[in-house]
């Protein structure tokens, strides 16, 4: 079993949608939690991250952690056309270097 | 502001050929990372280093060397490429190892526009 899941996509979802992404989780000691944005032919970016359990939200952007049942999520609101990329959940522990992706979903909003 | 700059963007090789794909980054950062990119794998975490001087293996070493003689600059040699590491590559920069810094943003990864290498 793979560390971190993420439901591979593609996703496709016309322009104003709500779109959740998720991720599930196995190691009990990610403690901060992170969502990148990755457009085609690009490095990823930070978008959003999170620390233990508990929501955060910005702008269109909501990260939802729920720690008891090893799962995150990312929620876009009135999904825009320049959302399409692709999104990767990472996680890491307290301490150390390494971060851990999950593999990425492709999201492409339609106009 | 170049931020991480990663050359070349695109390599095809022959199996058994050896290469180095360089990193660049401008912002002063101690730590400095490469990753692969494999479809349905994620990112995976080849070496790293926290300084001048210093590397470390990480998560999928092997066919991999790195060095870091200049704090600026990451290389990732290949010496005898093999077709299991046709990937992307992506070089990452970051000031600190802390997660806890990810809040001033220091912890933040900065990434690279990547390497396509193609081993036939």
């Known amino acids: 079993q793979k560390e971190v899941e993420q439901d591979p996509g593609p996703l496709s979802v016309p322009e104003g949608a709500i779109v959740s992404l998720n991720c599930t989780y196995s190691n009990s000691a990610f403690q901060y939690f992170m969502w990148y944005r990755q457009y085609s032919r690009k490095g990823p970016e930070l978008l959003m991250y999170?620390?233990?359990?508990g929501n955060k939200e910005d702008g269109r952007f909501t990260a939802q952690v729920d720690k008891s049942s090893k799962y995150i999520s990312l929620f876009i609101r009135d999904s825009q056309p320049s959302d399409s990329a692709t999104y990767l959940c990472?996680?890491?522990?307290?301490?150390?270097?390494?971060?851990?992706f999950g593999p990425g979903t492709r999201l492409s909003v339609l106009p | 502001n170049a931020g991480v700059t990663q050359t070349p963007k695109f390599r095809v090789l022959k199996t058994g050929q050896s290469m180095t794909l360089l990193c660049a980054q401008d912002?002063?950062?101690?730590?400095m990372y490469w990753y692969r990119q494999d479809p349905g794998m994620g990112l995976r975490l080849i070496h790293y280093s926290v300084g001048e001087g210093t590397t470390a293996k990480g998560e999928v070493p092997d066919g991999y060397n790195v060095s870091r003689l200049k704090k600026q600059n990451f290389l990732l040699g290949l010496e005898s490429a093999a077709p299991s590491q046709t990937s992307v590559y992506f070089c990452?920069?970051?000031?600190?190892?802390?997660?806890?810094?990810?809040?001033?943003?220091?912890?933040?990864?900065?990434f690279g526009a990547g390497s396509r290498l193609t081993v036939l």
């Open positions: 912002m002063n950062h101690e730590y």
């Open positions: 990452a920069s970051s000031y600190s190892s802390n997660p806890r810094d990810l809040e001033s943003g220091a912890n933040v990864l900065t």
């Open positions: 990472a996680m890491s522990k307290n301490y150390g270097q390494n971060f851990v």
């Open positions: 999170t620390y233990s359990s």
